[in-house]
Nanobody, 122 residues
Framework: VQLQACGGGLVQPGGSLTLSCSSSASIFSVIGLGWYRQAPGKQRELVAAIRSGGSTTYGYSVKGRFTISRDNGKKTMALTMNSLKVEDTAVYYC?????????????????WGQGTLVTVSS
């Protein structure tokens, strides 16, 4: 399953950005999907995840600022990021397929997309 992520870029603190992820695989509509991020020198961390039915989970540092959504018919997923902080700077990875693990862990992720860089800086 190939996951295509896009939407990264440079944004000022307090700004907003939306990341998107898509796939042509039919399984995309029935698996859990999410976003991980990794900042330089830091461990990979869960940003947000969404089950096929729509239930969601968020990393503590992004709760209330980020929103994950999905459109199973269009096979797309989005991460809307508001009130961005410098510490949100990282490479963001679209991920999918967690099996029975909820919330997902890095080891439970079956599919990793390529990363997209988000830089929050003035």
């Amino acid at each position: 399953v190939q996951l295509q992520a896009c939407g990264g870029g440079l944004v000022q603190p307090g700004g907003s950005l939306t990341l998107s992820c898509s796939s042509s695989a039919s399984i995309f509509s029935v698996i859990g999907l999410g976003w991980y991020r990794q900042a330089p020198g830091k461990q990979r961390e869960l940003v947000a995840a969404i089950r096929s039915g729509g239930s969601t989970t968020y990393g503590y540092s992004v709760k209330g600022r980020f929103t994950i959504s999905r459109d199973n018919g269009k096979k797309t997923m989005a991460l809307t990021m508001n009130s961005l902080k410098v510490e949100d700077t990282a490479v963001y990875y679209c991920v999918g397929g967690f099996g029975n693990q909820w919330p997902p862990t890095p080891l439970s992720v079956q599919y990793w997309g390529q990363g997209t860089l988000v830089t929050v800086s003035s």
